[in-house]
């Protein structure tokens, strides 16, 4: 699980094969499928009722976990959902009563580009952005986050102590957002990492710049 705490953000993808395909979007259903067209195929598709992300194919396999999708906060549940595209860039808004979310695509790049705009408190509460990816895939990360390592709790339900004594937790994957612009869990041949641009991504943060929060959790399922 990639969990950045701000919402301007790239959600890269990166390998070494080239294999290109036709850039553009289709709608079906509740379903927007946009082709990035990129020499590493990636094809994206976003529900249009809801906002979340609920399907990341990358070179042909499903990065998205598929039990619980990626989206703001735990989902914003509903949403007015648009498609539009400009030349070599397809814009998905999402609208909701107190932000707009967007996801961009560049003809021919591997990249989920975001942004969040708000007017006001967002009812899903922290705004945050979380990733769940498929940890079958994505095994590697930030060791001390690998929850799925534990067997008990030692503190709450967030730090978990396994059979050799060591405790994980996804807190332990904390960066200082002075020193935090780039998230990463990677596979054999492939590293997806959330990319945040520096200084602007926090700087309507709360906390300042040593503020830390969660990057990433190793969970049984999703990373």
Same mark, same amino acid.
Do not use: W
């Given at each position: 699980m990639l969990n950045p705490t701000n919402l301007l953000l790239l959600l890269s993808f990166f390998a070494v094969r080239t294999v290109y395909a036709a850039f553009g979007y289709s709608t079906s259903g509740s379903t927007i499928t946009i082709d990035a067209g990129s020499s590493n195929t990636l094809v994206i598709k976003v529900n249009n009722q809801s906002c979340d992300i609920t399907s990341l194919v990358y070179r042909g396999a499903e990065y998205q976990y598929q039990s619980t999708y990626s989206h703001i906060a735990s989902g914003l549940g509903s949403a007015t959902v648009s498609v539009t595209q400009s030349g070599s860039y397809i814009k998905v808004t999402c609208v909701t009563s107190t932000l707009t979310h967007y996801y961009v695509v560049k003809s021919g790049d591997s990249t989920? /580009?975001? *942004? #969040? %705009? #708000? @007017? &006001? =408190?967002?009812?899903?509460? =922290?705004? +945050? /952005? $979380? *990733? +769940? !990816?498929? +940890?079958? !895939? !994505?095994?590697?990360? $930030? =060791?001390?986050? /690998? #929850?799925?390592?534990?067997?008990? #709790?030692?503190?709450?339900?967030?730090?978990?102590? &396994?059979?050799?004594?060591? @405790? %994980?937790?996804?807190? /332990?994957?904390?960066?200082?957002? $002075?020193?935090?612009?780039?998230? %990463?869990?990677?596979g054999t041949d492939v590293v997806i990492s959330m990319v945040i641009p520096n200084p602007t991504s926090y700087e309507t943060s709360s906390g300042g710049p040593f503020h830390r929060d969660i990057n990433s959790d190793r969970g049984a399922s999703y990373h």
């Open positions: 989920v /580009y975001m *942004a #969040t %705009y #708000t @007017t &006001a =408190e967002p009812s899903v509460g =922290e705004l +945050r /952005y $979380i *990733a +769940r !990816l498929n +940890r079958s !895939l !994505l095994p590697n990360g $930030i =060791e001390g986050s /690998y #929850t799925d390592l534990g067997s008990s #709790t030692v503190e709450g339900s967030d730090v978990f102590r &396994a059979s050799d004594g060591k @405790t %994980y937790s996804k807190f /332990y994957s904390s960066v200082r957002h $002075i020193d935090d612009q780039v998230h %990463y869990v990677s």
